[in-house]
């Protein structure tokens, strides 16, 4: 754990590095964990990371590296040598190695591995066949596993010999003679029970291990509705492959969560990634909204003769578009999180349905007086006061059915909700609310 | 673990509910676990969920309920009499107890507690001491402590005779005789260590405990970047109160991000929350965005001679003021993105201030030659081109002096940035854009 003594360490580096000379920079990463000195990295622009790192000991880099999220971690690797590389992963477990590897690009990959003995190189192999989104891509190989037909007094004197167990082993695992999965141990029940008792009366069968090939999304809500420390992995053929521990689930729930939150915005970057990379990951969204911005404008365009007659209409109609984008971004993100805990399904789509359109009229009009009320106040115009509250509620119902529809229909093409759907969303009430409030004012003021 | 059988039956209970009859439920309800029920309970609309709730059998109503997001959890326990309620929790964890019953109005929490032993209410009294968004609020009491002079001998025998250990439980506390924390002990030590060792030669003693008004996101992080499953809680003269484990910080990861997510779009309501109290949620949002977006109507209104004028200037408008409001919407999710991981900091702020503005101006200069590309080709008016142009220039600029400013004031004044931000960052470009444009407009067109 991080004392405060190391955090002191970290506020120094991150505050004073300038002023420190390089020794004593070193002397302070010293003292600090890898997952501190990551974080100090991820907190750091890019030139000062780059000091920093340069400045750790090669047994040291790989642990960091490990920590690091990935596309700091790919900077990192992209600056080291093959030599360099291979010489910080070494003491790595295999799974760490297959994790910072798995992002390389294959010639390099192949360089690698060729500096590895064939055993280590063979499961690292193993590792690098399951996809980075799947439970085979988040597992680790560390398995205890016994037999059903062992003491507790075998199996504790076979963990004593162990020296050490991996790290967040809660339970250890039950196959028989050929590797097939039977069941699991927790380790209190091991030190709890009578050691004369046998494995197989003792374990708990009862209990699905996770396959291979399951969605780490779907991994995660497992672990968090169960509150798993530790959860075995099994292939197609009941095999026990190996384990995956909450440690890595924890950085998936918060991956996931930082995608809904960037992807609705557009951004997709480290926090101090340099400008040319930042400024490439947010251009498409901003040109796909100025696209969209001209799709709202040739919807005004066609209002040009109203426009031109009453020049109230430009100054209040940004308000209509406005509310209507709030509205649906609002919609979007409740089904938004609801696809993400998995609680929205055909059986209850209906019901959400109907409460989006109930809470869109009943804030429509208590809105609709207000902003009838506001506009009557500045311009006293009776009509128009009426209008702009017509118009507001009929894009206010319009924003449930774009935040309703458009999550659904991305995703059934597979894409990202969080990332399509709010740039469509407001389209589609800029385009109604231009259209409705424009529309209703050619029909009754001119 | 949910089996996939029991995933069916979650999908029978939501999808045909209404096919069933109470006794097929009921049955299908007691196959399933507590935190599925709960599941289920969160993906059902509030009619369903409460004859869902009304089918379960006391004893698993407790469980059910300290699964449950706070705000259903609420909704439940205020249907349920004082002596349901008193029973449903009887066979709960004292801090679970204290979990359900810190959300209940005084009066009634004085009723129940009032039917406990003595005992019991005195610890879930202290339970009740601690805010809820901190270390203390997320303890748990069921620590395991030992002293330091016992041989790990003494510590397995003691361990076996309780039977079972409490979940999560990866590590026992040392202590001395008045109960002040010492370090602490891995199971996984004990397990492999030779039995006539002594506590204090194995113990971890250079880790620092957590305090109880540590703020929850602290903890969280900490857990995170130590990959910790519990961790002990010290009051402020150093005595062990409890332990915190990984199964609360998740929740605590999991609401944090949540918050960030549904904060922006000013929505803080469960998926199927009644049409009532989700429009009342959501209203204070959409009277903000109401009341800024007549303040950006007001700066248009400055300029009507020469929207009067010059119709067109109506029409492109918005697209400075939309693609202002995408820009600093990406910047300020970026900033606060890295005031929740704790990335920024006074020394980084300036470098993230350079480099966002160098994103503003490279892609300002990508964007404002699409943009004044595209007016031409619509208008064929050179200056009306070169004038959005500059115009979108300057608000990406703006946004960029909003998008980070604003939540950094935001945090200063100990507002939630992310429920504050975006309306008022849009306002700031919206202002700005309207101003830039319509009042270069007025300089060079007429």
């Given at each position: 754990m991080e004392s405060s003594k190391n955090k002191d360490n970290l506020k120094i580096i991150l505050d004073d590095s300038s002023d420190l000379s390089l020794n004593q920079i070193r002397r302070l990463l010293n003292k600090m964990s890898a997952s501190e000195i990551a974080h100090a990295l991820e907190s750091s622009?890019?030139?000062q990371r780059t000091l920093l790192f340069s400045l750790l000991k090669t047994e040291e880099e790989g642990d960091v590296l490990f920590e690091l999220g990935e596309e700091i971690q790919q900077d990192l690797v992209s600056k080291l040598s093959n030599e360099e590389l291979t010489e910080a992963v070494k003491e790595?477990?295999?799974?760490?190695i297959v994790d910072i590897l798995q992002n390389l690009p294959e010639e390099r990959m192949k360089k690698i591995l060729s500096k590895m003995s064939l055993v280590d190189r063979k499961r690292i192999e193993m590792g690098l066949i399951y996809p980075d989104n799947t439970a085979g891509g988040l597992l680790n190989t560390d398995v205890i596993s016994v037999r059903p037909n062992n003491s507790i007094e075998v199996v504790i004197s076979y963990l004593r010999d162990q020296g050490e167990l991996p790290e967040n082993t809660d339970k250890i695992f039950v196959v028989n003679d050929d590797n097939e999965y039977?069941?699991?141990?927790?380790?209190?029940s091991?030190?709890?029970?009578?050691?004369?008792?046998?494995?197989?009366?003792?374990m708990e069968s009862d209990i699905s291990p996770l396959k291979t090939d399951q969605d780490d999304k779907e991994v995660a809500i497992l672990f968090e509705r169960n509150d798993l420390i530790s959860s075995p992995v099994i292939d197609e053929n009941n095999k026990l492959i190996g384990r995956i521990t909450i440690d890595d689930v924890v950085d998936v729930i918060r991956e996931d969560a930082d995608q809904n939150l960037l992807g609705m915005a557009g951004v997709a970057e480290d926090t101090f990634a340099p400008p040319g990379r930042a400024a490439r990951s947010r251009v498409f969204w901003l040109t796909m909204n100025l696209i969209t911005a001209f799709i709202a404008s040739s919807t005004i365009n066609l209002f040009q003769d109203v426009l031109d007659k009453i020049v109230y209409?430009?100054?209040?109609m940004p308000i209509v578009a406005s509310m209507g984008g709030v509205a649906a971004t609002q919609t979007l993100t409740i089904v938004l999180r609801g696809l993400t805990l998995e609680q929205i399904n055909t059986s209850n789509i209906r019901w959400l349905f109907k409460r989006e359109l109930a809470v869109s009229i009943l804030n429509g009009i208590v809105l609709s007086l207000l902003v009838g009320f506001i506009t009557y106040a500045w311009f006293q115009e009776t009509i128009l006061s009426i209008l702009i509250s017509c118009a507001l509620i009929i894009n206010l119902i319009s924003s449930v059915i774009a935040g309703i529809l458009v999550p659904l229909i991305l995703r059934r093409f597979n894409q990202d909700p969080a990332i399509g759907g709010s740039v469509v969303v407001t389209t589609v009430t800029d385009v109604v609310g231009f259209l409705s409030f424009l529309g209703l004012a050619t029909i009754y003021l001119i």
């Amino acid at each position: 754990m991080e004392s405060s003594k190391n955090k002191d360490n970290l506020k120094i580096i991150l505050d004073d590095s300038s002023d420190l000379s390089l020794n004593q920079i070193r002397r302070l990463l010293n003292k600090m964990s890898a997952s501190e000195i990551a974080h100090a990295l991820e907190s750091s622009p890019p030139t000062q990371r780059t000091l920093l790192f340069s400045l750790l000991k090669t047994e040291e880099e790989g642990d960091v590296l490990f920590e690091l999220g990935e596309e700091i971690q790919q900077d990192l690797v992209s600056k080291l040598s093959n030599e360099e590389l291979t010489e910080a992963v070494k003491e790595l477990e295999l799974d760490e190695i297959v994790d910072i590897l798995q992002n390389l690009p294959e010639e390099r990959m192949k360089k690698i591995l060729s500096k590895m003995s064939l055993v280590d190189r063979k499961r690292i192999e193993m590792g690098l066949i399951y996809p980075d989104n799947t439970a085979g891509g988040l597992l680790n190989t560390d398995v205890i596993s016994v037999r059903p037909n062992n003491s507790i007094e075998v199996v504790i004197s076979y963990l004593r010999d162990q020296g050490e167990l991996p790290e967040n082993t809660d339970k250890i695992f039950v196959v028989n003679d050929d590797n097939e999965y039977l069941g699991e141990l927790s380790i209190s029940s091991i030190i709890t029970s009578n050691p004369l008792r046998i494995v197989k009366e003792i374990m708990e069968s009862d209990i699905s291990p996770l396959k291979t090939d399951q969605d780490d999304k779907e991994v995660a809500i497992l672990f968090e509705r169960n509150d798993l420390i530790s959860s075995p992995v099994i292939d197609e053929n009941n095999k026990l492959i190996g384990r995956i521990t909450i440690d890595d689930v924890v950085d998936v729930i918060r991956e996931d969560a930082d995608q809904n939150l960037l992807g609705m915005a557009g951004v997709a970057e480290d926090t101090f990634a340099p400008p040319g990379r930042a400024a490439r990951s947010r251009v498409f969204w901003l040109t796909m909204n100025l696209i969209t911005a001209f799709i709202a404008s040739s919807t005004i365009n066609l209002f040009q003769d109203v426009l031109d007659k009453i020049v109230y209409l430009a100054i209040l109609m940004p308000i209509v578009a406005s509310m209507g984008g709030v509205a649906a971004t609002q919609t979007l993100t409740i089904v938004l999180r609801g696809l993400t805990l998995e609680q929205i399904n055909t059986s209850n789509i209906r019901w959400l349905f109907k409460r989006e359109l109930a809470v869109s009229i009943l804030n429509g009009i208590v809105l609709s007086l207000l902003v009838g009320f506001i506009t009557y106040a500045w311009f006293q115009e009776t009509i128009l006061s009426i209008l702009i509250s017509c118009a507001l509620i009929i894009n206010l119902i319009s924003s449930v059915i774009a935040g309703i529809l458009v999550p659904l229909i991305l995703r059934r093409f597979n894409q990202d909700p969080a990332i399509g759907g709010s740039v469509v969303v407001t389209t589609v009430t800029d385009v109604v609310g231009f259209l409705s409030f424009l529309g209703l004012a050619t029909i009754y003021l001119i």
